[in-house]
């Protein structure tokens, strides 16, 4: 025998299933004219489609590109310096300390 429990749960999901088949013959069958080009496809709201337009040059876009590239390369070298006369302050530091000692 079925406890309460059980019997609920199944009533409340086929009570679930025949809502959701009615909800989507509701969705699958549009009866307004607007509704069926809207689902179609069809139906434009007004908005009309104008060509596309070129903003910025495709020129001045790799212009840029090699611009910040170059940017890139050139903030890279100086960090690459920088850390290159750190290192020679350092050991010429352990040099001179090792010179006093020995």
Do not use: H
């Not at 908005?47 to 337009?53: A, F, G, K, L, M």
């Not at 910040?68 to 020679?88: G, N, T």
């Amino acid at each position: 025998m079925m406890s309460l429990k059980k019997s609920v749960l199944l009533g409340a999901a086929a009570v679930a299933c025949v809502v959701g088949a009615s909800r989507t013959q509701a969705f699958a069958e549009p009866r307004d004219t607007r509704a069926q080009q809207a689902w179609n496809g069809e139906w434009t709201a007004g908005i009309q489609q104008e060509p596309v337009r070129e903003t910025v040059s495709g020129d001045a876009v790799v212009v840029a590109a090699y611009m910040a590239l170059w940017v890139i390369l050139l903030l890279y070298v100086l960090r690459l310096s920088m850390q290159l006369r750190a290192i020679r302050r350092d050991t010429d530091e352990l040099k001179r300390r090792i010179g006093e000692g020995g």
